[in-house]
C-alpha cells in the first residue's frame, strides 16, 4: 500500500472550517418548516427492560448469565415509504447518509431532515455500508463524522468498517471465570437490512418514532439461538456461523415502540464556542501523513509559530518547578521517544512517582490524558505535574510570579497572545501547543506503506501475526494484537483491563469511581515502543520479550479484564519463541529514526 504524505495547516482556523460546514449543514437542512424531520429514537433492551452499558446479569434460556460491554454500530441510507396517486408507492432515500450508535448512551437519536411533508407508511435502514463506502479511506472524514476513526469501528490495516461490534462476558456455573466474547461483524456480505412497517405523518409536524433494539432475540430468541460458549468471535467471514447467526437475527431484534409528533423547530442558535479569541501571530503549518485522520486542532487559540516557541520554552524551564531542578522534559526526553527510560520518575524532593512516564508524541489525535484519563484537554493536563507533590511541587501562583518576573517572558507572551498578561491558563495553552507539534509518523514500517522499502521477511511474518485474531476454529493462529493496538496511532485510544497481576492501582476506576473500570488504564501507543521501556502503567516489564511472555502465558482473569483477552481459553494466546520474535522485529520497525538524534531542544 501506498500512504503519501500531506500537510494540513492550521492557517485561517482549518479545525474551525470543519465544524462551520457541519453546522451549517445542520442549520440548512433541519430548521425548515417545509420540510419534515423525522427523529429516531433509539433504545437497547434486554427482554424489555432498558439496558445501559455495562448491562450485567442478563438471563440466558440455559440459566448462564450474560453481560455486554461493548455495543457499537453503524447505520446507513434510510428511506421512508410513501403511498402516492393510485396507490403507487414511492420511497425517499436519504443516499451517503451514515450514523454511527453506541450503546453507552441509553438513548441515540438519530435526525433525519428534509422529507416532504406527507404521510409515511414504511422505514428501513441498514446496519452496515455498502461496499463503495466501505472501501473509502476513512482519514477523508472530520472527527464530528460517524465514519470517523474514532469511532473504533474501522478495520484499520485490513480496511473496511465494522458494522456492528458486540462485546462482554457469558457467566455460568460451570466455570469460575466468565467467558469473554467478542463479535465484530464486517464485510460487504454481511450488510443487514432493517425493515420495519410503520404509519406516520410528516403532513404539518414533524415526527419522532422510539425504536427499541431487543439485544435478547439477537443472542437468544430469533430465527437461530447463539452459542456463545462454543463460538467466542467471529469478523464475519463467508460462512462463518456466528455471523450468519447475527445476520440472521437482528432484524427480528428491531420493533418501533412509540410514535410521537411535536412543531417544527423555527430555528436553531448558534452562539459559537466560548473564549475564541482574535487570531495573533504567525499561522503554524501542521504537518501530518496521509494515512492519519483529521485531528481537531483548537480553534480558540489557532496553532501560531510563536504560541508553539513559547510553549517550547517553557516545557524545557526547569523554572516551573519548586527548586528549578526539573522540567517537562525531564521526564520526556527526545531520546528515550518522549518518555523517560525510568519504571517512575524522579521529582524535584528526589522521590519517585506512581506510574510510569507515558510518551507524549501524536497528543493532537487524544481525547483524555493520564493513564487514568482524569483531564480531557493537553492545556489541563500541561498544570498537573507543576502542582504535584511528587513531581514539580509548585504552586501556579508562585509560577505565573516568577514568569511576570522574568527578563524575558512578558516580552514572549505579547508575541503569543497580544498584550502582556501572563497566567496559568495561558501557560497552559501554550505547552499544549508545543506538545501538539510532538510527531511521529516516519517509521521504518511507514516508509515500507508508503512503497519506500520492504519490512524483512521476519518483520513482515511479525505484522502479520499482530493483525490476525487467535482462532484455532477457523485455524487463525495470529497473535490478535490489533483489537486494542488498531489503525494509525498502534492504539485505539481506550481504556482496557489487559489482565496484569492487580496491585494498589485502581486505573479508571479512581476517576470513575465505577467497579467496571477497576485496573483499566489507557492504551498506549505502540510507535516507538522499543525506545520507551519499560512497560506497562507501572513500569513492571522491563522489555518487550517480558510483555509478550505476559499475553503468552501471563493473563489473569477478573470481572474487568477485557473481552478480547477474555474470549481466549487459558492464561493467554500461545506464541512460539519463533512467534514472538517476529512480532518484537515487527515492533522495532515502529520506531521513528528522529529519535535517534542526540537530545534536541525542538
Known amino acids: 500500500m501506498r500512504l503519501p504524505s500531506k500537510v494540513v495547516s492550521s492557517k485561517c482556523l482549518v479545525s474551525l472550517r470543519y465544524g462551520i460546514l457541519f453546522f451549517l449543514f445542520v442549520v440548512l437542512t433541519s430548521s425548515s418548516a417545509a420540510q419534515g424531520v423525522l427523529t429516531l429514537e433509539i433504545r437497547h433492551l434486554w427482554e424489555g427492560q432498558i439496558i445501559g452499558l455495562p448491562a450485567k446479569n442478563l438471563p440466558l434460556p440455559n440459566g448462564e448469565k450474560l453481560e455486554i460491554t461493548r455495543l457499537a454500530y453503524l447505520l446507513s441510507d434510510p428511506r421512508v415509504e410513501s403511498k402516492v396517486q393510485n396507490g403507487q408507492s414511492t420511497w425517499q432515500e436519504r443516499k451517503n447518509w451514515q450514523a454511527f450508535v453506541n450503546a453507552a448512551s441509553d438513548v441515540s437519536k438519530i435526525s433525519l431532515a428534509g422529507l416532504p411533508r406527507r404521510h409515511f407508511h414504511s422505514l428501513q435502514f441498514f446496519i452496515g455500508l455498502d461496499e463503495k463506502t466501505n472501501a473509502n479511506d476513512p482519514n477523508r472524514y472530520p472527527q464530528d463524522h460517524p465514519l470517523h476513526p474514532k469511532n473504533n469501528l474501522h478495520w484499520s490495516w485490513q480496511g473496511g468498517y465494522i458494522f456492528l461490534a458486540v462485546e462482554g462476558r457469558l457467566h455460568s456455573s460451570n466455570t469460575a471465570d466468565p467467558v469473554g466474547f467478542s463479535y465484530h461483524l464486517g464485510n460487504a456480505h454481511n450488510r443487514m437490512m432493517v425493515t420495519?412497517?410503520?404509519?406516520?405523518?410528516?403532513?404539518?409536524?414533524?415526527?419522532?418514532?422510539?425504536?427499541?433494539?431487543?439485544?435478547?432475540?439477537?443472542?437468544?430468541?430469533?430465527?437461530?439461538?447463539?452459542?456463545?460458549?462454543?463460538?467466542?468471535?467471529?469478523?464475519?467471514?463467508?460462512?462463518d456461523p456466528t455471523a450468519l447467526t447475527l445476520v440472521n437475527n437482528i432484524e427480528d431484534a428491531?420493533?418501533?415502540?412509540?410514535?410521537?409528533?411535536?412543531?417544527?423547530?423555527?430555528?436553531?442558535?448558534?452562539?459559537?464556542?466560548?473564549?475564541?479569541?482574535?487570531?495573533?501571530?504567525?499561522?503554524?503549518?501542521f504537518k501530518m501523513p496521509k494515512n492519519f485522520p483529521i485531528p481537531?486542532?483548537?480553534?480558540?487559540?489557532?496553532?501560531?509559530?510563536?504560541?508553539?516557541?513559547?510553549?517550547?520554552?517553557?516545557?524545557?524551564?526547569?523554572?516551573?518547578?519548586?527548586?528549578?531542578?526539573?522540567?517537562?522534559?525531564s521526564c520526556h526526553q527526545w531520546k528515550a521517544g518522549l518518555s523517560d527510560s525510568r519504571r517512575f520518575s524522579l521529582g524535584v524532593t528526589g522521590r519517585p512517582g506512581k506510574r510510569q512516564s507515558m510518551p507524549i508524541f501524536n497528543m493532537?489525535?487524544?481525547?483524555?490524558?493520564?493513564?487514568?484519563?482524569?483531564?480531557?484537554?493537553?492545556?489541563?493536563?500541561?498544570k498537573f505535574p507543576i502542582q504535584d507533590s511528587l513531581e514539580m511541587h509548585e504552586s501556579l501562583s508562585n509560577v505565573e510570579q516568577k514568569l511576570k518576573a522574568h527578563s524575558q517572558y512578558p516580552p514572549l507572551f505579547d508575541?503569543?497572545?497580544?498584550?502582556?498578561?501572563?497566567?496559568?491558563?495561558?501557560?497552559?495553552?501554550?505547552?499544549?501547543?508545543?506538545?501538539?507539534?510532538?510527531?511521529?509518523?516516519?517509521?521504518?514500517f511507514d516508509r515500507a506503506s508508503r512503497g519506500k522499502l520492504k519490512l524483512t521477511e521476519e518483520e513482515s511474518r511479525g505484522f502479520q501475526l499482530f493483525t490476525t485474531e487467535y482462532d484455532p476454529r477457523r485455524r487463525q493462529?495470529?497473535?490478535?494484537?490489533?483489537?486494542?493496538?488498531?489503525?494509525?496511532?498502534?492504539?485505539?485510544?481506550?481504556?482496557?483491563?489487559?489482565?496484569?497481576?492487580?496491585?494498589?492501582?485502581?486505573g479508571l476506576a479512581g476517576v470513575t469511581h465505577l467497579s467496571d473500570d477497576l485496573h483499566k488504564f489507557a492504551t498506549p501507543s505502540l510507535r516507538n515502543i522499543a525506545l520507551t521501556a519499560p512497560y506497562m502503567h507501572d513500569g513492571r516489564f522491563e522489555n518487550l520479550n517480558q510483555v509478550l511472555d505476559h499475553y503468552s502465558s501471563g493473563i489473569v482473569n477478573s470481572q474487568t479484564l477485557d473481552p478480547n483477552l477474555a474470549k481466549h481459553r487459558g492464561r493467554g494466546i500461545p506464541?512460539?519463541?519463533?512467534?514472538?520474535?517476529?512480532?518484537?522485529?515487527?515492533?522495532?520497525?515502529?520506531?521513528?529514526?528522529?529519535?535517534?538524534?542526540?537530545?534536541?531542544?525542538?
Do not use: M
Request: hydrophobic letters at 35%; a negative charge; aromatic letters at 12%.
Open 477 to 506: 493462529f495470529g497473535a490478535d494484537c490489533f483489537h486494542c493496538h488498531s489503525g494509525a496511532f498502534f492504539t485505539d485510544h481506550e481504556f482496557h483491563n489487559n489482565g496484569l497481576t492487580p496491585g494498589d492501582d485502581p
Open 415 to 444: 508575541k503569543a497572545f497580544g498584550d502582556l498578561n501572563i497566567t496559568a491558563d495561558r501557560l497552559g495553552v501554550a505547552i499544549e501547543q508545543f506538545v501538539l507539534t510532538l510527531t511521529s509518523f516516519d517509521s521504518k
Open 254 to 285: 428491531f420493533k418501533v415502540h412509540w410514535i410521537r409528533s411535536h412543531s417544527p423547530e423555527s430555528s436553531t442558535e448558534f452562539t459559537g464556542g466560548k473564549g475564541i479569541t482574535g487570531f495573533v501571530g504567525t499561522p503554524y503549518e
Open 196 to 239: 420495519l412497517p410503520t404509519s406516520f405523518d410528516l403532513s404539518k409536524l414533524d415526527v419522532t418514532i422510539t425504536i427499541d433494539f431487543n439485544l435478547s432475540r439477537l443472542f437468544t430468541t430469533g430465527p437461530t439461538p447463539l452459542n456463545i460458549a462454543d463460538h467466542t468471535s467471529t469478523h464475519g467471514r463467508k460462512g
Open 364 to 382: 493532537a489525535w487524544k481525547d483524555v490524558f493520564f493513564w487514568d484519563g482524569r483531564v480531557s484537554s493537553l492545556r489541563a493536563q500541561a
Open 575 to 602: 506464541l512460539s519463541d519463533d512467534d514472538k520474535n517476529a512480532i518484537i522485529a515487527f515492533l522495532h520497525s515502529l520506531s521513528d529514526p528522529q529519535f535517534s538524534e542526540i537530545e534536541r531542544d525542538r
Open 296 to 329: 481537531k486542532l483548537p480553534v480558540d487559540y489557532p496553532l501560531t509559530e510563536e504560541r508553539v516557541a513559547l510553549g517550547r520554552r517553557l516545557f524545557h524551564d526547569p523554572l516551573l518547578s519548586r527548586s528549578g531542578a526539573i522540567s517537562c522534559a
